[in-house]
């Protein structure tokens, strides 16, 4: 009889087993794949998952899978196969080199990108408007020409600017190709200095700052993970750094026209569960946002002796 039961008891905890795993295999899987961490990227997919949950997407319909790549493209390759490999629902990708790296990997996946300025120069789509293939997503395009603006009005004394960027990023090297032309057209001459990685940064900076009024950096996602080494030259030299994005006035650096990578994120998170309800990627052009913001670092104006404030602007400290 003991020996009965405890087969049947056997019997009972199998299937509760496989009862229990057909409920996880039951859960949508979004594989969220990172190049590095830094703030804007750290905050878009902060809001993404916050989003998703609002949504009705949270921790009971679906289980994300999150990788960070540490900035290396060999790690960030073997992530998308390991999604591939995993065959995940959704594969989010955050930054361009992220994209290209899950493009790839896979023509069947759906991927929605996010944070990715030229999604064309990158080769991830061919149409914004009506996506082919499997990918989609959002842009943190801004019209650089306001950058230009803001300096004008913030720091007219400025004559040269040095642009400062990673060789290897094409969505840097696409916004300094258009940073050089709205460079002519206000006026300004231009240094550019290409790095390969996060070790050559203060020593390009501080080679830059001797010979320039101002700093640009784009969306670089090499130069955002170590913002702070940058927005210290900046502060040391007493010149002004202005850049490309939101989080990097947050990390120091002194002003941007950008745009709000929440809402990025938000809005990455809404193209995400179109796909998961059935929307075909063809049906869900490349958005963009078009709400930019001053914002300007407080902290960093008071110590280069620049204006700490403008109309409209956000102040960070």
């Given at each position: 009889m003991k020996k009965l039961l405890g087969l049947a008891f056997a019997a009972m905890m199998g299937l509760s087993v496989f009862t229990g795993c057909s409920a996880q295999d039951d859960k949508i899987t979004v594989g969220i794949v990172q190049i590095v961490e830094h703030t804007s990227l750290d905050m878009i997919r902060e809001s993404l998952v916050a989003e998703l949950t609002t949504k009705g997407y949270d921790e009971s319909?679906?289980?994300?899978?999150?990788?960070?790549?540490?900035?290396?493209?060999?790690?960030?390759?073997?992530?998308?196969?390991?999604?591939?490999?995993?065959?995940?629902?959704?594969?989010?990708?955050?930054?361009?080199?992220?994209?290209?790296?899950?493009?790839?990997?896979?023509?069947?996946?759906?991927?929605?990108?996010?944070?990715?300025?030229?999604?064309?120069?990158?080769?991830?789509?061919?149409?914004?408007?009506?996506?082919?293939?499997?990918?989609?997503?959002?842009?943190?395009?801004?019209?650089?020409?306001?950058?230009?603006?803001?300096?004008?009005?913030?720091?007219?004394?400025?004559?040269?600017?040095g642009f400062l960027y990673t060789a290897s990023e094409v969505n840097s090297q696409s916004v300094i190709d258009e940073a050089k032309k709205y460079a002519k057209d206000y006026g300004f001459d231009y240094q550019e200095v290409a790095i390969t990685n996060t070790s050559e940064l203060q020593q390009a900076a501080y080679s830059l700052a001797n010979k320039v009024d101002a700093i640009y950096t784009p969306i670089d996602n090499t130069i955002a993970s170590?913002?702070?080494?940058?927005?210290?030259?900046?502060?040391?030299?007493?010149?002004?750094?202005?850049?490309?994005?939101?989080?990097?006035?947050?990390?120091?650096?002194?002003?941007?026209?950008?745009?709000?990578?929440?809402?990025?994120?938000?809005?990455?998170?809404?193209?995400?569960?179109?796909?998961?309800?059935?929307?075909?990627?063809?049906?869900?052009?490349?958005?963009?946002?078009?709400?930019?913001?001053?914002?300007?670092?407080?902290?960093?104006?008071n110590k280069i002796g620049a204006p700490n404030g403008t109309d409209g602007a956000i102040i960070v400290e």
């Open positions: 319909k679906i289980k994300i899978d999150y990788q960070n790549a540490q900035g290396d493209q060999s790690n960030l390759n073997s992530i998308c196969k390991k999604f591939v490999g995993d065959n995940v629902d959704v594969i989010v990708a955050i930054a361009t080199p992220s994209a290209q790296a899950a493009a790839a990997a896979t023509s069947d996946i759906p991927i929605v990108f996010s944070a990715v300025t030229d999604p064309l120069a990158a080769n991830l789509v061919s149409d914004l408007n009506k996506p082919t293939g499997n990918i989609t997503g959002t842009s943190d395009a801004i019209p650089v020409d306001q950058v230009f603006e803001l300096c004008k009005e913030l720091t007219p004394e400025v004559k040269t600017f170590a913002m702070t080494v940058l927005s210290e030259v900046g502060r040391e030299s007493k010149i002004p750094v202005y850049v490309g994005a939101d989080s990097m006035v947050m990390d120091g650096a002194y002003a941007t026209v950008g745009i709000n990578y929440e809402v990025l994120g938000q809005k990455t998170a809404d193209m995400v569960v179109e796909v998961l309800e059935g929307t075909p990627i063809s049906d869900i052009p490349v958005a963009t946002l078009d709400n930019f913001e001053k914002v300007i670092n407080k902290t960093t104006a």
